[in-house]
């Protein structure tokens, strides 16, 4: 079954990028989208965007600015930068496979999480 | 964005007992709602798909239902490890947006 797996620096320092990995495991990053989600305190779950195999993304607006996501195909691997990060940006980020059916999308499986936390 | 409500924030329950939670949509989203159950610590886990599928290997105790904005879900008998936070996600329109959540308790 397919697994993922967030890796990436724990401590970030305000203004500067944070940047993520997750590597999949146990199956194809092709003909899925992928996402990345993430959890604070203060704000609950907040879907940050999600990029299909073949390279097409859709980002939170409230985001859209500062965040990329990537594919690297040959190494099964969705990368997560976000730029001018502030102690806001402080959660756990997961990153999840969306399936669909008929147009519904939904998030599964998730990633374990990692925590990020923005402080200098 | 659609705002997503669930209700209640929080409930305290004994083992066996029937428990719902609801959730509303800010406008309609027809069937595009998907439940999670969150345990502490750990990442969220889908249950129900499409308002009323039941993701394969989740126990047939759980439930969901709704259309349009009013989505259920339901625990139909609760067993101990059904205690944790519950959340409500549309994907009818991006941004996706989840409710604050539902925390289950044991009374």
């Known amino acids: 079954q397919v697994q993922l797996q967030e890796s990436g620096p724990g401590l970030v320092k305000p203004s500067e990028t944070l940047s993520l990995t997750c590597t999949v495991s146990g199956g194809s990053i092709s003909s899925y989208y992928w996402t990345w989600i993430r959890q604070s305190p203060g704000k609950g779950l907040e879907w940050i965007g999600y990029?299909?195999?073949?390279?097409?993304?859709n980002y939170n607006p409230s985001l859209k600015n500062r965040v990329t996501i990537s594919i690297d195909t040959s190494r099964n691997q969705i990368s997560l930068k976000l730029n001018s990060v502030t102690a806001a940006d402080t959660a756990v980020y997961y990153c999840?496979?969306?399936?669909?059916?008929?147009?519904?999308?939904?998030?599964?499986?998730w990633g374990q999480g990692t925590l990020v936390t923005v402080s200098s | 964005d659609i705002q997503m409500t669930q209700s209640p924030s929080s409930l305290s329950a004994s083992i066996g007992d029937r428990v719902t939670i609801t959730c509303r949509a800010s406008?309609?989203?027809?069937?595009?709602l998907n439940w999670y159950q969150q345990k502490l610590g750990k990442a969220p886990k889908l249950l129900i798909y499409a308002a009323s599928s039941l993701q394969s290997g989740v126990p047939s105790r759980f439930s969901g239902s709704g259309s349009g904005t009013d989505f259920t879900l339901t625990i139909s008998s609760l067993q101990p490890e059904d205690f944790a936070t519950y959340y409500c996600q549309q994907s009818f329109s991006t941004p996706l947006t989840f409710g604050q959540g539902t925390k289950l308790e044991i009374k």
């Open positions: 999840a496979r969306m399936e669909w059916e008929s147009l519904k999308y939904w998030v599964d499986p």
């Open positions: 990029m299909y195999h073949s390279g097409s993304t």
């Open positions: 406008q309609s989203i027809r069937n595009y």
